[in-house]
């Protein structure tokens, strides 16, 4: 089922920002392995047998906290979750000696969310495990960009070359980020749009281009990632209401006319309909946001298959 | 009282352009003479090879007492002082109560007097509780022994208090110390807004948040005619105004720390394989860009002191995740071999230079009358190896707090004796 020399040397998977791009390829190579066993008949292998991996959600997730845990009882591990309001961080105690004391019960994986950005990093240095960023604060989500990544090669069968628009606040995205890491260094073009006070013209300095006006860009895109326009940013002078955020950048149908006939519609989740997506893009053709959420599966296989056989 | 010859040191005193080997005669802890002695009476230090200079001065230290003696105490962190070389620093009033009366500055002269280590020189807070909203009683702090005022840490965010705390400590020659910052920009920002930040997706401090604090100031103390000491500059916009202000003879001095000539934004992304919260210190960070603006400002005399601004934290506040950490890192026992190390031999600053914003600049910014080897003066002198090499390692710090930066850096220059009103109190 695998290729059975897969080269691979990292214990830890904190961020697209620290891989290469080969090692960026072989996660999706392992992906597109392991996306196969779902389709059987019986979706479970042997490979992380004997292994325990713990789910550390410090922060609310439904989506990736599931995908990892379905991923590793796919693998044959033991996975236990693990989530901040019935944890002893609510009682005070340090991130550090929580996690301590979990791993002290025989931890091999620690899969963390978190809202501090570098949470995953200070485990690293505290804890013997594998630690896994399952999203820290606007830092990083690399699970996501590479499920993200991996769609896209898998509908375009390649990734050099495209252009790719994330939009929405992309300043606060972590999604955004280990998209524009990921994707550049595949050589894609990756374009920031959004609202000026959510897009610092510091990531010009990624490689990536910035444009205020999604009309203007919207008939070269070959992918447009869709973020989720968070409620809470709109108290924030960041943008004055959600309804004004919809007219400018909110993407319907209307607006896809203008688009290339074969763009791909991704979105991370949750959704706001009738925010930034309206619900006819949402389930229309274009779409793969459903398609994300199976890929999400078999890369978080790859990523648990390839970190554990790190010594 | 005890004799002290400190024999065939080349003697640095910047107060009075004086640079060459010579002794020093101590008597009764006073400077008695400088030049050749010939007697032999009383304790011979042999300084051959070493540098002599007015003991050190530090004039931006956070000692936590009361309040947080877990953190650092008077006693701790004047120990500290000594085995940095400093001779005489000035402690902040963001302690728990604040130095905000008449007693509380008396109680930081006792507990330093009791330890018997460095001189210790209250700074007073400016408004009452350090609230900024009525003028603390200025008058008697300077009665208790405040030597300068500020709200550090909390800046005064009513351009109305500043400008009667600045009008009002005229009236006492007082400089009012200004940690200048913009706290709606700054918001919650706990490192430069740059590039940086923006990769590790941490919230940014922009450097404006502190230059437009400092716009602010300035021009107060151009309307009132006060002193302005801008606290830890670090960023080129602020030397600029600084810069401005200074050509136009208003009022204002102005400190660095070592930290914001050393480091950049950028060890926040890889020292420590990321986000070190003994990285985290307020004003952040910033960028080579700010570095060199500072190394202009040293050399022209914009930035007139260095000082640590050594803010001590317990490890269980310091190794959590960045965001959760408090600001700041301790420095007094690096600040000398950092500024010797990045500034002396690097040729930013001349030695004398360097010693100069160490001890004549703060003492006259603090009015205290220290930090020259003149006859007469307190026989506060330190000594140092200029090519002693060592490895920083802040286990053997005699500060409480282990929120050093530097930890395992290599620099050069040591202090191999400080002498404090004339009794030798640290002996390497």
Known sequence: ?311 | MSTIIIKNGRVIDPAKKFDRVADILIENGKIKSVGKQNTSKGQVINAKGLIVTPGLIDMHVHLREPGREEEETIASGSTAAVHGGFTSIACMPNTDPPIDDEASAEFVYLQAKRTGKANVFPIGSVTKNRAGKELAEIGQLVRGGAVAFSDDGDPIDNAEVMRRGLEYAKMFNKPIIAHCENKDLSGPGVMNEGLISLELGLPGIPSVAEEIMIHRDVMLTRLTGGRLHIAHVSTEGAIELIRWAKKRKIKVTSEVTPHHFTLTDESIKYVNGGFDPNLKVNPPLRTKKDIQAIYRALKDGTIDAIVSDHAPHSPEEKDVEFSSAPFGMIGLESVLPLIITELVNKKILTLSEAIAKLTINPARILGIPKGTLAVGADADVTLIDLKKEWVIDPEKFKSKSRNCPFTGRKVKGRVIKTIVNGKVVVDN
């Not at chain 1, 340090?94 to 950005?117: Q, Y």
């Open chain 1, 1 to 311: 089922m695998i290729k059975t020399k897969i080269k691979w040397s990292r214990k830890h998977l904190l961020g697209l920002a620290d891989l290469s791009a080969t090692e960026i390829t072989t996660i999706l190579d392992t992906a597109g392995s392991f996306k196969e066993v779902s389709t059987r008949n019986i979706k479970k292998v042997p490979a992380l047998r004997g292994k325990v991996v713990v789910n550390m959600f410090v922060e609310p997730s439904t989506r990736t906290k599931t995908s990892f845990s379905l991923a590793a009882k796919r693998l044959s591990a033991d996975i236990v979750d693990f989530s901040s309001s019935s944890s002893s961080l609510v009682k005070g105690e340090s991130l550090k000696d929580t996690a301590r004391n979990i791993e002290a019960m025989g931890v091999d994986i620690v899969i963390i969310r978190h809202r501090a950005p570098g949470a995953p990093h200070l485990l690293t240095k505290v804890l013997d495990a594998c630690i896994i960023n399952a999203g820290d604060g606007a830092h990083e989500h690399p699970t996501q960009g590479l499920l993200d990544i991996f769609t896209i090669r898998e509908k375009k069968k390649k990734i050099k070359g495209l252009k790719v628009a994330v939009v929405g606040d992309i300043l606060h995205s972590r999604v955004a980020r280990s998209n524009i890491w990921g994707l550049t260094k595949l050589g894609a073009q990756v374009i920031a749009v959004g609202p000026s006070t959510l897009i610092p013209d510091e990531f010009k300095e990624l490689g990536v281009k910035i444009s205020y006006n999604i009309d203007e860009v919207l008939p070269e895109l070959d992918v447009i990632n869709i973020l989720r326009i968070q409620m809470e940013r709109q108290n924030t002078n960041l943008f004055p209401s959600t309804r004004e955020y919809a007219r400018i950048f909110g993407i319907n149908s209307e607006r896809l006319k203008k688009a290339k006939k074969d763009v791909l519609i991704l979105h991370p989740g949750p959704i706001n309909r009738g925010v930034e997506i309206t619900p006819e893009v949402a389930d229309g053709k274009h779409s793969a946001i459903l398609e994300q959420v199976t890929n999400g599966l078999a890369v978080r296989m790859a990523v648990l298959y390839l970190v554990s056989g790190v010594k």
